[in-house]
């Protein structure tokens, strides 16, 4: 299923929500999405909008985050600037 997701141009996660209330922020906090599949409301500058194909359908989709599973949402990316 293709799903409206944001990179962070930063730590370079892709985060997409799950469900109407599934509040995503990436792991350093620049850019967040909500609203899963009724509506989408994106929060930060520093992302890029990808079309993402992921593996699921909408009721494992809302599953994973209504039962706290949490193995979907967030696909971490590696730091562009690693700490030394």
Sequence with gaps: MKVYALQCN????VIWSRARHDFRT???GSV???GGFDY???????S??????????K???YDDWNKSIDEL??????FAHPAN
């Design 10 to 13: 930063k730590c370079l996660d």
């Design 73 to 78: 949402g967030c696909i971490p990316g590696k």
């Design 26 to 28: 990436c792991t350093c």
């Design 32 to 34: 967040s999405i909500d």
């Design 48 to 57: 890029t909008p990808v079309d993402l194909n992921v593996d699921c359908t």
């Design 40 to 46: 989408t409301k994106c929060s930060g500058l520093d």
């Design 59 to 61: 009721d494992e989709a």
